[in-house]
């Protein structure tokens, strides 16, 4: 299954004086733009199994491959410092709130918080 890249999506549209603005603030922005985000590396399998249980959900996150991204590095390391230091992909937003990792999410999925969360961020309307 193909999972379209968010990435080159917003450079398009954004001024030169937002590309250059804190790394930090452009990770939250994206975050809050959509529903469901999913920072991802397009090689890496927890991120495909996460993409692949949001999409068997109903629910179409926004996904910034930051390997594929010129300001991949930059937004990594931007993650890296929302996640206390340590950094696992995927990292997943829901209602421009970061969830974490697979294990957060595979957590909030086995205990039955993750729809209602998907439901009050409008990712999901059943």
Known sequence: MHYPAASHS???YMSASTTTA??????ERLAAE???VVFSISSCCMCHAIKRLFC???VNPTVYELDEDPLGKEMERALKRLLGGSLAFPVVFI???LVGSMDRVMASHINGTLVPLLKEAGALWL
Request: glycine share 22%.
């Open 10 to 12: 917003w450079t398009s």
């Open 22 to 27: 804190d790394p930090l603030e452009h990770v």
């Open 34 to 36: 959509n529903a469901v």
């Open 56 to 58: 068997g959900m109903g």
């Open 95 to 97: 209602g421009g709130k």
